[in-house]
Nanobody
Framework: QMQLVQSGGGLAQAGGSLRLSCSAS????IGWFRQAPGKQREGVSC????????YYTDPVKGRFNSSRDHAKKTVYLQMHNLRPEDTAIYYC????????????????WGQGTQVTVSA
């Protein structure tokens, strides 16, 4: 079974930035999801199979950006202009795709990393 290793996250003030990373042997369709306390897990970014580009869901569009280092087989999620409502456990996942306005996954989850944004 493939291993996903996440790192990054932590505490930031509103308006600040944080970066998450996720390393995996099969990193092509890695995406990101998050789960806030008391809420369902939701998609953050995933692969748009039609365009081949990364799709971002509305809550993070224009603030979050995903990039990848092919040599390190690592995908990054750079988060800017953070808001308290971005507070959640963030998970990377393999085999993600865009389904309308949502992100879906069918592969494996990373171990999750906490992101906390203070007002």
């Amino acid at each position: 079974q493939m291993q996903l290793v996440q790192s990054g996250g932590g505490l930031a003030q509103a308006g600040g930035s944080l970066r998450l990373s996720c390393s995996a042997s099969d990193y092509y369709a890695i995406g990101w999801f998050r789960q806030a306390p008391g809420k369902q897990r939701e998609g953050v970014s995933c692969l748009d199979l039609t365009s081949g580009y990364t799709y971002y869901t509305d809550p993070v569009k224009g603030r979050f950006n995903s990039s990848r280092d092919h040599a390190k087989k690592t995908v990054y999620l750079q988060m800017h202009n953070l808001r308290p409502e971005d507070t959640a456990i963030y998970y990377c996942a393999t085999d993600t795709w865009r389904d309308g306005s949502r992100c879906m996954m069918s592969g494996q989850w990373g171990q999750g990393t906490q992101v906390t944004v203070s007002a």
